[in-house]
């Protein structure tokens, strides 16, 4: 199934093709609508819809400098164009931007359809050439991708000289001049350990870093990918790095089971300082375990910890660790720990008691990073009697390091007093009290907590589990139904209230949310939580 977003300033046009396409019976899904190119590219940005419906004239952007910008962030996606407008120029700009389709207005459901039908073909081809193994092997092990590799490798571990390291990427048609770089590393992890879910995954991270500009990606290991991001200003350059990894992980999830985690480096003036991007990076992705989530981390974000207590130990492993697992990792914690007391049961009690000491240091330091003391935090570890007891027999010892691992994680996950905690809750805040501006959107929220949208996009879903626009949409649904139950408003004066240009859409988004349309919620006894209705409105306090 592929995700359809519209834009159109004709709210008849964006009605007739949310209402008229049934939906649920094709093989497309609603993503979104917006009724100008501004709001469209920042709900874009955050949804990531497969296929972008646009009219070309349009307030504030048009449809061509939408689908130029859009086509810039996510380089997969398919176009269709919506034009009043026969003229030549127009098509020919069109196509030259990668517009897959063009339609002259009026047009009729049918030819929607056909076009959205031809559109789904094509991109049905590239998801079957992503599981043609055989074509994917041979891709990856074709001479100019090897000799590619091998250079790229050279670069960013620092062998060659910027002279000799330019020379040698022109002959291999790589532009590497720019005035800043950084550089991004991810590792990829196959759910089931399989060769061709990898390789599939492989294929998918070198189609995105391709369609990316001012992007050179290659692999320095079998799962390992790192992409040399160049460009002319600092804050565009972190803003491409941000984009390409959000981009990777977005298609490695929705088309394989592999998951990716993507670390980051610092900016880079000269290419003989990429290497330290690289190694930021490299240094990052040591601290940031392999699990079952996809994970985006910067050295902006390592330098933010530090800042705030969360001071990196470079000679405890265990610290260390600590500082960025989660709950998924401590059996993995477990399993090693019991490794190390191999076969020698005579004196287990002996070695566990060492390794449960070295435990409790590495618990305390992490309490005392985030301003605690472990002697009034977790006191009952402190004691004889409950090494003694923990290290009795095999059993006991893992029960007892597993309850101290999950505690010292939820005390540091409660304690963290981080740069990101403090920029979720200035969105929050901002979300909150602007819900009901329908221009709200992902780029002005970000601009008021001083983050690129990229970053603050991607930092957003892996703090709050959920992603920016379905944040908003619950914040203005919770609203309309407190509103819907404890006021006599119309349904359309609520749709305006809380933040919906079109009350017919509102309806939609509500339905999908709620599974009950406004007057069927209202109705509903069984959803009374709220005080008996009054005549008006209420405040937007109550």
């Known amino acids: 199934m592929y995700s359809v977003f519209i834009v159109d300033d004709e709210m008849i046009v964006r009605e007739g093709l949310r209402t008229k396409i049934d939906w649920e019976k094709s093989r497309f899904s609603f993503a979104g609508e917006a009724g100008d190119g501004e709001i469209a590219l920042s709900m874009i940005q955050d949804i990531k819809p497969d296929i972008l419906i646009t009219d070309i004239k349009m307030p504030f952007m048009d449809g061509l400098e939408l689908a130029q910008a859009v086509k810039k962030l996510q380089p997969k996606i398919s176009i269709i164009i919506l034009s009043g407008h026969d003229e030549f120029d127009y098509a020919k700009k069109a196509i030259s931007i990668g517009v897959e389709d063009y339609i002259l207005k009026p047009f009729t459901l049918d030819e929607i359809l056909r076009c959205l039908n031809r559109v789904a073909e094509k991109l049905d081809l590239e998801r079957r050439q992503f599981t043609d193994i055989s074509r994917m092997k041979a891709e990856l092990e074709s001479n100019i991708v090897l000799a590619r590799e091998k250079l790229c490798s050279d670069i960013v571990l620092g062998a060659l000289d910027t002279h000799t390291a330019i020379q040698k990427a022109e002959a291999l048609a790589i532009d590497l001049v720019a005035r800043f770089y950084i550089v991004s590393v991810s590792t990829i992890a196959s759910a089931d350990d399989t060769v061709d879910a990898l390789i599939a995954a492989k294929s998918i991270v070198l189609s995105v870093s391709a369609s990316m500009p001012d992007s050179i990606g290659f692999f320095i290991a079998p799962d390992t990918f790192v992409s040399i991001i160049k460009s002319g200003a600092k804050e565009s350059c972190e803003e491409a790095a941000f984009n390409i990894a959000d981009t990777i992980r977005h298609e490695i999830a929705k088309n394989t089971a592999c998951t990716v985690i993507t670390a980051i480096g610092s900016i880079a003036e000269h290419i003989s300082h990429i290497v330290n991007s690289f190694q930021d990076a490299s240094s990052i992705l040591k601290r940031c375990r392999i699990s079952d989530k996809n994970k985006i981390i910067s050295a902006g974000d390592i330098d933010a910890s530090q800042n705030n207590s969360i001071v990196l130990q470079e000679n405890d492993p265990l610290v260390e660790r600590l500082n960025y697992a989660d709950e998924s990792e401590i059996d993995q914690i477990i399993r090693e720990y019991i490794a190390l007391l191999g076969d020698n049961r005579e004196r287990f009690s002996i ?19 985030f301003g605690g003391n472990i002697q009034s935090v977790m006191p009952e570890i402190l004691t004889h009697a409950f090494i003694d007891a923990a290290v009795q027999n095999e059993k006991t010892f ?10 010292v994680l939820r005390y540091r996950n409660e304690h963290v007093r981080g740069h990101y905690a403090d920029v979720i809750l200035r969105a929050k805040k901002y979300i909150d009290a602007n819900f009901a501006d329908p221009d709200i959107c992902l780029r002005s929220v970000a601009d008021a907590v001083h983050f690129s949208p990229n970053h603050f996009s991607t930092i957003f879903s892996q703090e709050c589990n ?8 619950g914040v203005r649904i919770a609203r309309a139904k407190k509103l819907l139950k404890s006021t006599d408003m119309k349904s359309a004066d609520i749709a305006y209230k809380t933040g919906f240009n079109d009350p017919h859409y509102f309806s939609f988004i509500f339905k999908k949310v709620t599974g009950l349309s406004p007057r069927e919620y209202r109705a509903d006894p069984a959803n009374d939580t709220y005080a008996p209705r009054q005549s008006g409105s209420v405040s937007d306090n109550g």
Do not use: G, N, P, R
């Open 398 to 407: 893992i029960a007892e390091i597993e309850k101290v691992l999950a505690s």
């Open 466 to 473: 959920t992603t920016f626009i379905e944040y908003l949409t």
């Open 351 to 369: 070695i566990a008691s060492y390794l449960l000491v070295d435990v409790i240091m590495a618990v305390s330091k992490i309490i005392e990073q």
